[in-house]
């Protein structure tokens, strides 16, 4: 499975930020996603996961914001996060969830795209 | 959301040990397992660790993770150029969040 992760590299403050990432090697519909993000030079920031049930989690900070689906036709997940600001400003991965008997792990992740909020 | 704690950084000489410790609570470490991810700078976080000691396919067992109460380790054996890196534990919390570590930059002296 192999993961890629595309949408605009600048956004403006208050818009609304859309990524998508392209799953090729296996159906979308097999796993489970997460989108994690990465403000320069600080750590991992969790954003949410979604089901191939298509139920979601999300991190309860950006709850109002986020919203993750799945299209199925173009094996691809989206990202929406709402009312950005400049602290939204980091590179977004996206992961597939690998779930062992005991454990689910981020087990393989996109390249990573850099999203830039500013006027 | 909570943050686990890791030390900033830490350095061995070639062919050394190094460790890294990855402290949480009750609430995430105590009652999840661990994961552990390799970033070189510029890429992408890999999984180096999962289900507190477990190694994915093709990581060498001079990586190993460990596991008690609240708290989590990765240990690095053989020291290599090649491990200089940041490394971040992750766990999930009770609300069923993912949580990672603050990130540890292993230097090679």
């Known amino acids: 499975v192999q993961l890629q992760e595309s949408g605009p590299g600048l956004v403006k403050p208050s818009e609304t930020l859309s990524l998508t990432c392209n799953v090729s090697g296996d159906s979308i519909r097999t796993y489970y996603w997460s989108w994690i993000r990465q403000p320069a030079g600080k750590t991992l920031d969790w954003l949410g996961r979604?089901?191939?049930?298509?139920?979601?989690n999300y991190n309860s900070a950006l709850k109002s914001r986020v919203t993750m689906s799945v299209d199925t036709s173009k094996n691809q997940l989206s990202l929406k996060l709402s009312s950005v600001t400049a602290a939204d400003t980091a590179v977004y991965y996206c992961a597939k969830l690998d779930c062992s008997r005991t454990s689910c792990y981020l087990s393989i992740w996109g390249q990573g795209t850099l999203v830039t909020v500013s006027s | 959301q909570s943050v686990l704690t890791q030390p900033p950084s830490v350095s061995a000489a070639p062919g050394q040990k190094v460790t890294i410790s990855c402290s949480g609570s009750?609430?995430?470490?105590?009652?999840?397992?661990v994961s552990w991810y390799q970033q070189f700078p510029g890429t992408a976080p890999k999984l180096l660790i999962y289900d507190n000691n477990k190694r994915p396919s093709g990581i060498p067992d001079r990586f190993s993770g460990s596991k008690s109460g609240t708290s989590a380790t990765l240990g690095i054996t053989g020291l290599q150029t090649g491990d200089e890196a940041d490394y971040y534990c992750g766990t999930w919390d009770t609300s069923l969040s993912e949580v990672f570590g603050t990130g540890t930059k292993v230097t090679v002296l």
């Open positions: 009750s609430s995430d470490i105590g009652d999840h397992y």
């Open positions: 979604i089901y191939n049930s298509g139920s979601t």
